[in-house]
Each structure stands twice: as C-alpha cells, then as structure tokens.
C-alpha cells in the first residue's frame, strides 16, 4: 500500500470513529432528555426550565466534550421546522383577532427594547459603544413562546394571553434579527445610515412574507393537484419551511416572516389540500419532531455554560455578572412598561379605530410581560458574531456579549419562568372572550354536527337509509349520541360488498358535511379553534376507522 493511500484510509477510519462518538453522544443526550421531560412532567414545572438547568449539571462532568453551539445549526436546521410547527398550531382566527397587539409587541416593542437596552449597556459598560448596545438589543428583546406556551397550558389562563404569546413568538424573532443585521453591519463597516436601515428594514418584512406566501402556492398547488399520498404530503411538510426559510435567506430578506407567512397559509387551508390519513399523519409526526427538537435546543443552552464562562475569563467574570443580571433586570422591566403602555395605547386608540378589546385591563398586560422569556434564537444570535472585523481586528467585547446573553436567558428562563404560575394566579385575569364554557361549547359543537348529518341523510339518502342496514345503522347511532348530550345503544351490522361501498359513500358524504358545519361554527368568535380541530381529528380518526373495518 503506498503511503498516500494509507494516510487516506487513515483519516476515512478516524472521521468513523469520530462520527461513532458523535452519534452515540448525541443518542445518550437524547436519553437525557426523555427523562429530564418525565421528570419536570412528576414536579409539574415547565420542560424547558428543567432541560435549560439540566443542561448546565451535565455540563460540570469532567470528562463529558464541550459542546459548541453552531449558530448555522440552530438558524438552517433547528429555527425553520420550529416556526414552521408553531404556525401550523396557532389559530388563524385568534392570531388574526389580536393581530394589532401581535404586531406591536413583535415589532415595536422588540424595537424599543433594542433601543433601551443599547443605551443602558452603552452607559453601563466601559468601552460598549452604542453599536454594540444595539447589538446586544437586537439579540436579548425576542421572548422564547416555547417555554411560555408550555407553562401557560398547565394553568388557568385567559386565551387571548394564549393567542398574543404565541402570535408574538413567530414574528419576534424577525424583527429582532434584522435590527441584529442592521448592528452587526455597523459594528463590522463603522457606518450607519438611519435611511437605508429603515428603507431595508421594510423591503426585508415584506419581501419575506412575499417569497413565503409565493413558495406556499407551490405547495399548495402539489398537495391539491398532484396525486400525493399521507407520506409524500407528510415528507413535503418538513421540505416546505426550509424551503422558504432558504429562499428568502438566499436573497437577504426575512427567512423567519417566510416560513411563518407560508406555514399560516397553508395551515388555515389544510382541510382543503390534505385528505384525514394525511393530516392524522402529519400531525403525529410533526408533533415528535417538535419535542425531540425543542428538547435538544433548551438543553444545548444548559451544555454551552462552561464555553461562555471559559471565554469571558476568570478576572472578568465578576464584571460580566453583574452587568448580565442588571440587564436582565432592565429586559424585565422594559417588558412589562410596554406592555402597561400598549394597554394604555389600546384604550386611547378605541376612540378613533375599532379594537379587539377598548378596556385590556392591567392584569393581563402584567402576566404578558412576565412571559418574556429568552431562549435559543438569542443564544444562536450572539454566537453567530464574527470572531474578527474586516480589518482582522478582534470582534469587540464578543465574550462579553455572549455572556450577558447567557445570564439574560437564564434569569428569565429560570427565575420568570418558575414564577409565571404564581403571577397569573395572584391578579387571577378573567377569560372575557370565550364566555361559553369549553363544555358547553362542545356539547353544541356535538349537537350541530349530529343534526346535519341526520338532515342529509334524510335529505339525500333517504331511499339508501331504509335498504342499507349499515346506513339504518349509522342514521340510529347518530341520533343516539344525538339525545346522549343532552343513551339509547347502537347496533352494527355486516352486508355485502355492494351495501358496503354504498355505506362508504354515504357515511364519507356524511363526515364531509359534519366537517363543513364545523368550519362554519370556527367563523363565529365564541367558539375556540382547539375546539373546532378537536372534533376535526375525531372526525379524521372516524373516516380513518371505517376505511380500515372496511378493508380488513
């Protein structure tokens, strides 16, 4: 063997065996997770909080790698199937009730944020000029709404808090990374036009939703036309946001604003282009997706702890704590001003234009702004900055930075995020929007959609009820479960090949139109989204059972 060809085959049998380790380590931190999350399921605290904390004890293990966070990996292969999932789970209608509130607290209040936060810390540490403090803003003003949503879902909370936090959530993160373009541009060139910031800024929102909403249709057209089945629509639904994502990113405007524009167009038409195998397997899929993923991207922020300290030093590190937590200090409250503020808005505002809601009140302001926790599109800002400057000078203050940003996920995660249960239970916000309780709003969902499916069966099948015994079957189950809201039993029956397309045809007929009257009820504003797409799945696992008693 020549000596070229033996170096060759030894480094192909190293990259194996680093690849081996690779893998396993990654398989055993995924184990981690699993029983991090059971174990915050037993003590009942948010599984990001315990993953995030979880994280930062492992990371003390002597002999465990360093794990540096690719801030690529996070942008490119975690950030698109996120936004793209918290989209497909968020109600258009409330995401578009609330949509004046959304804006201006993933807009303007990030903005003002990046503002307050630049001046503070360029007052506050020596050497910090106001590009960087802008810098710095632009990466600590999103909240993350994952940790947020998954402590607001285990206590009683007003849905309208719900619906703001997790429309907040998928713009947020747009905003402030363009303002992080924008800073991180100034710090590398020494230049800065307020002008051209402002012009791009715009062109860099609008030409993202366009290239969303643009590579949506695509999709959309291939799952309604093309002759797709429950694994090619599931397969395109992950293609679809890092296609987006990279497209609008490709041509330097808002990838997040493309995958969150396209993933609301095609979730609020998906009982358009996906048939009840497709949606039942997507759903499935896309929901083990988005915990193995979130679970990875809060416990690589515990795991990155000893990089950040080690890069800030020993001698610095007392400086670097105190300038974290009084900033973190000043994200807190800056939160919770805007948010008293725009309630404030809201009221004077009531007199000129029409509003969701003329009197918000103070509490819930209160409880939203003591939901701005920080997460990892922070941390992957922050790692993302350059090492040098375009004259090969060192990034100034990058540690520093990277610390601060550290300290400010941590409190907030941490100390907001153990605290939000109590805070929401002392001012105790009434639900003012759905005053219909979920029980009852589902007893009438059940009644509706029982009394249209006997009107067409009575209407349109009529001659094919009294010969079917399937069909007599299912027009006798519905009006059992019919009287049963407000029992009699059901009885089944097994007939021929002809009876049974007959009865497949008919009951299809059937759920297509308990469906309808399903989307028909989702219009009026005293019904909740999760209701309607409750009885949608039931409806979807319904079409999914017959079609298989049928075939076996």
């Known amino acids: 063997m020549h000596s070229s060809q033996y170096f060759s085959y030894f480094r192909l049998h190293t990259s194996l065996i680093l690849m081996h380790h690779f893998f396993f380590f990654y398989i055993g931190l995924l184990v981690v997770i699993l029983l991090l999350v059971m174990l915050a399921q037993k003590i009942k605290i948010s599984y990001p909080i315990v993953l995030v904390v979880g994280g930062l004890a492992i990371s003390f293990i002597p002999s465990l790698p360093n794990v540096d966070i690719d801030p690529e990996l996070i942008f490119l292969i975690f ?66 709404a994952v940790s947020a949503t998954s402590i607001l879902k285990d206590v009683q909370v007003p849905k309208r808090l719900v619906a703001i936090v997790e429309g907040e959530s998928l713009l947020n993160d747009a905003s402030s990374l363009v303002v992080f373009r924008f800073a991180l541009a100034a710090v590398l060139t020494g230049s800065f036009s307020f002008r051209e910031a402002s012009i791009s800024f715009v062109l860099v929102i609008i030409m993202g939703i366009a290239v969303g909403l643009a590579i949506a249709l695509v999709f959309y057209a291939i799952h309604r036309w093309l002759p797709t089945n429950a694994s090619i629509d599931t397969v395109l639904t992950f293609i679809a946001p890092y296609s987006m994502y990279m497209v609008a990113e490709q041509f330097h405007f808002s990838g997040v604003l493309a995958v969150v524009s396209g993933g609301l167009f095609l979730s609020n038409r ?51 704590i105190k300038y974290g937590v009084i900033i973190s200090l000043v994200v807190i409250v800056t939160r919770i001003l805007c948010t008293l503020g725009a309630s404030v808005f809201t009221m004077l505002i009531s007199n000129i234009i029409t509003t969701a809601d003329d009197r918000p009140g103070w509490k819930g302001p209160i409880v939203l702004g003591w939901a701005g926790m920080r997460g990892v599109v922070s941390l992957a800002s922050a790692l993302s900055i350059p090492l040098l400057l375009q004259n090969g ?158 075939e076996g």
């Open 270 to 320: 998906s009982h358009v282009i996906l048939n009840h195998v497709s949606r039942l397997q997507s759903v499935n899929v896309w929901a083990t997706i988005g915990f193995v993923f979130n679970g990875f991207v809060f416990m690589l922020i515990g795991l990155e702890l000893p990089v950040v300290i080690r890069a800030i030093g020993d001698d610095q590190l007392p400086h670097a």
């Open 393 to 550: 000078q060192a990034f100034p203050q990058r540690n520093l930075i990277l610390f601060i940003t550290f300290t400010v996920i941590l409190v907030t995660l941490v100390f907001q995020g153990l605290t939000l249960p109590m805070v929401i239970m002392w001012f105790n916000e009434p639900e003012r929007d759905y005053l219909i309780p979920t029980h009852e709003q589902e007893a009438m969902v059940k009644v509706e959609m029982k009394n249209v499916a006997l009107k067409l069966l009575e209407d349109d099948y009529q001659q094919e009820v009294q010969t079917n015994s399937l069909l007599l079957n299912i027009r006798e189950r519905l009006e059992s479960e019919r009287t049963y809201v407000e029992g009699r039993s059901n009885r089944t029956h097994d007939e021929t090949m002809h009876t049974r397309n007959n009865y497949q045809s008919v009951y299809t007929a059937v759920l297509n139109a308990q469906r309808e009257v399903l989307y028909n009820l989702n219009r009026k504003p005293e019904f909740q989204d999760e209701v309607i797409k409750k009885y949608v799945a039931q409806l979807d696992l319904e079409e999914e059972k017959m079609r298989q008693q049928l």
């Open 79 to 144: 950030l698109p199937p996120l936004l793209y999932e918290a989209a497909w789970q968020t109600s258009w209608k409330d995401f578009w009730k609330w949509r004046r509130v959304i804006a201006s607290f993933a807009f303007l209040i990030v903005i003002l944020t990046s503002c307050v936060i630049a001046y503070v810390s360029h007052s506050l540490i020596p050497g910090f000029t106001l590009s960087l403090g802008f810098l710095l803003g632009g990466i600590i003003s999103p909240p993350d």
